[in-house]
């Protein structure tokens, strides 16, 4: 079975300043995707960005970018220049074929504080 | 905003009430999920569906009871429930659970069980 782990149940970062949020995961599948969601407080979940492990490039949505680390099983989110809306729980989570169901395995969350 | 709404948003039952959460999605899409959110926990899949069958029950308690009448409505029947219960249900949906697609949450059914 997948598992994902976020060593980091809390962050912080002052505003316009870069913060780097971890994950690592563990699977036995060779294709794969890593997903990164944002949920805001009482807000929807919402995707951030989207990583195919088949593909060597990070992939890179405007502020946020990731660093996917395939042989150690890595996928840390980078997010640039934050802004006070940056902050949210933000969670990982992992998709594989899992046979018929590409199902999404998530990690406990990251709560992201950006202060003024 | 992404195209998934649920209601209600808010709900507060007793061990014996009977209640139903609603999901329903514009997007087009035919696959839906049930999930549980609780404090401190990675989201828990409860059910799926795709073409209105479903397709995953991830042992949940059969006090959980899903339904899929067609495929922009999803329904999460609830009946003696158990204060550890308590917790945000989240629905999703994406194109068909066969493929890698990005899943689109709604924004839950904050649950609480007296």
């Known amino acids: 079975a997948q598992t994902v782990t976020q060593s980091q149940p809390e962050m912080s970062v002052q505003e316009a300043e870069t913060v780097t949020l971890s994950c690592t995961y563990d699977t036995s599948e060779n294709n794969y995707y890593l997903f990164w969601y944002k949920q805001p407080p009482s807000r929807q979940m919402i995707l951030v960005i989207r990583?195919?492990?088949?593909?060597?490039q990070n992939a890179t949505e405007n502020r946020f970018s990731v660093n996917f680390q395939k042989a150690a099983k890595s996928f840390s989110l980078k997010i640039s220049d934050s802004q006070l809306g940056d902050t949210a729980m933000y969670f990982c989570a992992f998709s594989g074929s899992g046979g018929s169901n590409y199902k999404l395995t998530f990690g406990k969350g990251t709560l992201l504080t950006v202060n003024p | 905003e992404t195209g998934v709404t649920q209601t209600p948003r808010h709900l507060v039952m007793g061990m014996t009430n009977k209640k139903s959460l609603k999901c329903e999605q514009h997007?087009?899409?035919?696959?839906m999920y049930w999930y549980k959110q609780s404090a401190k926990k990675p989201l828990e899949l409860m059910f799926v569906y795709n073409f209105k069958e479903q397709t995953e029950n991830n042992s949940v308690p059969s006090r959980f009871s899903p339904e899929c009448p067609n495929s922009s409505h999803l329904f999460l029947h609830l009946h003696t429930l158990q204060p550890e219960d308590s917790a945000l249900y989240l629905c999703?949906?994406?194109?068909?659970?066969?493929?890698?697609?990005?899943?689109?949450f709604g924004p839950g059914t904050r649950l609480t069980v007296l």
């Open positions: 997007l087009g899409h035919n696959a």
């Open positions: 990583q195919e492990a088949y593909k060597q």
């Open positions: 999703a949906s994406k194109r068909t659970s066969g493929d890698p697609d990005t899943q689109y």
